[in-house]
């Protein structure tokens, strides 16, 4: 991986974000989108879930959300039907991800705002598909959770919209197969760095939660992504993210970096941080540990690779 410092960082005019031609911030503050509730060109989407229950998001929706937020229901919309082969999460497939798209009123001129309840997870996810179809957007930093606690508008009103229509982009962003990972654990290669986001504990496989089998991808480096995160529940401004990174990774950040996690949510948290500390990444092994696993006869291992 090249190392890319990227000099179109966030800029603000009176709190309004400033947009280039070439580039969208992929984080929105609180301050920033509250000035914009009324912009008709704006569209939140809420994509607050949760792994273990798959209602928990549109209970919270219909609870309360913000101004003109429309609901997407992660498990259906985001992720595909998980097979005998794939993780807990698979890429849904770009037809339906579209058509779901275009059912919630969204087109190529709308300014996408995502957010969830604060972890940043399940909207980074959904950040990352809507690049690998050509669509950018912005994650609200801190989520429902810091926007609610600074007592900024809420509502239990379900917005009205107009299905649109459009067709994906071509993209940049890369998705790792499990046989490419699996190559690369057979084969080591210097060039490349595989990251896990999940919590240590799973990694170290001290901690057997959501997946049957304990430890990680042998030649996987730990990297929380909860540690990416400050006091606050925002993630950590950027010179602080790049700090982090260069003290996690070294030299490995000369490397290409492949973000993996328990089944590809996790792993677009740490994306979504590379990128607000001016760091590019390789790619999302969207499959992750949980695919991994699939096949017994592929090495897992519990310690710690440094």
Not at 194 to 218: F, K, M, Q
């Amino acid at each position: 991986m090249t190392v890319c410092f990227d000099k179109t960082r966030p800029t603000y005019d009176n709190g309004i974000i400033v947009f280039s031609e070439k580039t969208m911030p992929s984080l929105v503050t609180p301050e920033a989108l509250s000035s914009q509730l009324a912009s008709p060109d704006w569209v939140l989407l809420d994509v607050r879930a949760s792994l273990t229950d798959p209602d928990a998001g549109h209970r919270a929706y219909e609870v309360s959300h913000l101004p003109g937020a429309r609901f997407v229901d992660f498990d259906q919309v985001v992720c595909g039907h998980p097979t005998e082969t794939s993780g807990r999460h698979p890429l849904p497939k770009t037809a339906d991800f579209l058509s779901a798209l275009k059912q919630l009123g969204i087109s190529r001129n709308s300014r996408l705002v995502l957010y969830d309840d604060g972890t940043l997870s399940f909207a980074a996810r959904l950040w990352f598909q809507l690049a690998l179809v050509g669509l950018p957007s912005q994650v609200l930093d801190g989520g429902f959770s810091y926007w609610k606690k600074q007592g900024l508008p809420l509502t239990d009103a379900v917005p009205q919209w107009q299905p649109t229509d459009m067709t994906a982009s071509p993209t940049k962003e890369r998705v790792w197969t499990t046989d490419e990972i699996l190559k690369l654990v057979e084969q080591p290669d210097p060039r490349f760095t595989l990251i896990d986001a999940r919590p240590r504990e799973r990694y170290l496989g001290h901690v057997v939660t959501l997946d049957p089998v304990a430890g990680h991808i042998p030649g996987a480096l730990s990297l929380p992504g909860g540690d990416l995160f400050g006091t606050d529940g925002q993630l950590l401004a950027p010179k602080e993210l790049r700090a982090y990174f260069e003290k996690r990774l070294g030299d490995r950040l000369a490397c290409s970096v492949i973000l993996s996690c328990g089944s590809g949510v996790r792993a677009c948290t740490v994306k979504l941080a590379m990128e607000q500390a001016g760091l590019t990444s390789e790619g999302v092994y969207v499959d992750s540990f949980s695919g991994w696993i699939r096949d017994p006869r592929r090495p897992v291992t519990c310690e710690e690779f440094l």
